[in-house]
């Protein structure tokens, strides 16, 4: 019996050792004074990728929540590793490993203990936030067109020459064409927002691919353009479904600044919400439907949001350009 179970160990212990040491996640619970600057600085990543890791709509930790630290993103190199073994483990190519790793002067000799940066692979999943590394936020509205509160919109946004990205459902898109060809031609970017804003993950995926790709042609019909950002209703979808939606080419779009402006909120209260939340690389969310709620407080407030956000030094970016950053 002892025999086996030396024989286990060891065989365990050659398997592990055969294939390499990877940094673990780990959970970290948020103390006084903690920001998420300064918990990425001391994990050396980017807060975007804690944002977006962790899923979260504001930047605004509380003292005891609990974050998930993705890997850091290093491999300790074992005996008998080469680079192209490595690469072969994890799954990229020598190309992506040598530029992850400029220290390394040749490839060709690496030695056991040595740490590896593991190169990044492309973010697929839900986006909260943008770059933090320029002091840029994007405005965002969601559920349009319609007739009451566009047209105010855009004059806020033109009287004070910001571009901002529409989240669009295709029924109101076929209800007002013009005013989608206004927003599209007013140099605002474009997003498809479903058909009728129903709760995604209710539908199949069939159903999720007809009411966002009709929703596609709709606009491609009204404007000539075809957009590759979604926004689910409500924030929310499963990650098999954000998953389908890549496939077809479509970036899933969060926020990081909600306004709560669809509770009816006053301006204060809107403003409020927004100013202590800015951030660089932030997505706010805000709305132009007409279903029997009011928007009013959200219109007296867009422009003192705008202007203060200018004073605090950011500059007003679409969606695209902020992913382009």
């Not at 600044?257 to 100013?275: F, H, M, P, T």
Request: aromatic content about 10%.
């Amino acid at each position: 019996m002892k025999k086996k179970w030396f024989g286990f160990i060891a065989a365990l212990l050659i398997s592990i050792l055969s294939f390499g040491n990877f940094t673990q996640a780990a959970s970290y619970t948020v103390q006084p004074g903690d920001t998420l600057w300064k918990i990425a600085s001391k994990n050396q990543m980017t807060v975007e990728k804690i944002v977006n890791h962790n899923k979260l709509t504001s930047t605004l930790l509380l003292v005891g929540q609990t974050l998930d630290i993705p890997e850091s993103g290093t491999y300790k190199v074992v005996w008998g590793d080469t680079f192209y073994k490595i690469s072969v483990k994890l799954g990229v190519s020598m190309t992506q490993l040598i530029q992850a790793n400029p220290q390394i002067n040749d490839p060709n000799q690496i030695y056991p203990g040595q740490i590896l940066n593991i190169p990044e692979k492309p973010y697929t999943g839900m986006i909260y936030m943008g770059s933090h590394s320029k002091k840029v936020i994007a405005l965002t509205f969601d559920d349009g067109p319609e007739d009451v509160y566009t047209p105010q919109i855009l004059n806020i946004l033109k009287a004070k020459n910001v571009k901002a990205t529409f989240f669009v459902m295709g029924q109101q898109v076929r209800a007002y064409p013009h005013l989608l060809k206004q927003i599209h031609s007013e140099g605002h970017a474009l997003g498809n927002h479903t058909w009728y804003h129903p709760d995604v993950r209710t539908l199949t995926d069939a159903q999720l691919t007809q009411t966002v790709q009709s929703t596609t042609d709709e606009i491609e019909t009204v404007t000539g353009v075809k957009v590759d950002l979604f926004r689910p209703p409500y924030g929310a979808i499963h990650d098999s479904q954000i998953e389908t939606l890549n496939k077809l080419g479509y970036r899933s779009i969060s926020w990081t600044i909600d306004s709560y402006d669809w509770s009816g909120a006053s301006a204060n209260e809107i403003l409020s919400r927004v100013k202590p939340r800015a951030v660089s690389g932030g997505i706010v969310l805000l709305h132009n439907f007409k279903d029997g709620r009011k928007l009013d407080g959200m219109i007296e407030a867009l422009p003192e949001m705008i202007d203060y956000l200018r004073s605090q030094g950011y500059e007003f970016v679409t969606i695209p350009e902020l992913l382009a950053k």
